[in-house]
């Protein structure tokens, strides 16, 4: 009996101390990643002010027409400060971006589009390039207003006629061999209901969550998501590494 109670005494003891070892096992793997985050942090902070200071001669020179439409993501909660994101067009615009497309989920910022137009100098709407003396300005930036309640009907038409063009070939006096629609045939669909849509080649995301949060997945066909971390705390050093790392790489699109 005696020696039973030893041998559950002893092993009340040793689960203590595993139960102990795994505790502090926990905490310092949490401590090292806390401090690895933290140094990451502030390398990154400081990488930053070194490229808006001009310190760093390697992203003084950008090929940007490989950037031919620049999507920014912002979430909800922070569309609300519109002068951040006017902020943030200054910067692309100096960048040189042509293109960009402004989404959030709940559309706040198209209602904020004409005090944006006005504030960014050279901004136009998008669907205004190409008309006659649309803008003074010989390099206007393009801006589009998107939430997630755009262009659903024009897809449900689109998806229509495909599956009508899909039924046609399908028949036997139609066959080609051919049952399956590609990009092309889903431009050349929404180009027929009136919905010219430019697919983003970069889409930057600015918000607490790593997400698209909420874009429109079907025009993400080949698009680079970069995570640009809160809105309140963006900078112009992290916002042209993003766009020289993207116009760096070469793309081979599945070919």
Known sequence: MDLNQSMRLLSSWIAQIGVLGLDLLWRFIHLVVSLCYIVSGIIEAVESYAISLGL???YSSINIEKLRCLA??????????????????QWLRTIGVK?????DSQGLLKKS???ILGTVPGSVLSEEIGEKD?????????????????????VMKAANILLQDHLKSSRPENDKGENFFTETH??????VVGENVHAPDLLLVYGPIR?????PAWRLRYTEIVHMGSLNYMRYGS???????FTGVHQNYGT
């Open 239 to 245: 916002l042209l590494k993003a766009i020289h790392k």
């Open 134 to 154: 649309s803008s003074p300005d010989q390099n206007p930036l393009a801006l589009e207003f998107i939430s997630s309640s755009d262009n659903k009907e024009a």
């Open 186 to 191: 889903l431009n050349e669909a929404l180009r």
């Open 113 to 115: 589009k004409d005090l």
């Open 72 to 89: 920014v993501v912002v979430d909800i909660e922070e569309a609300r400060d519109v002068s951040k994101v006017i902020e943030l067009l």
């Open 211 to 215: 997400s698209h949060l909420g874009f």
């Open 99 to 103: 293109q960009v497309g402004l989404f």
């Open 56 to 58: 760093n001669k390697k």
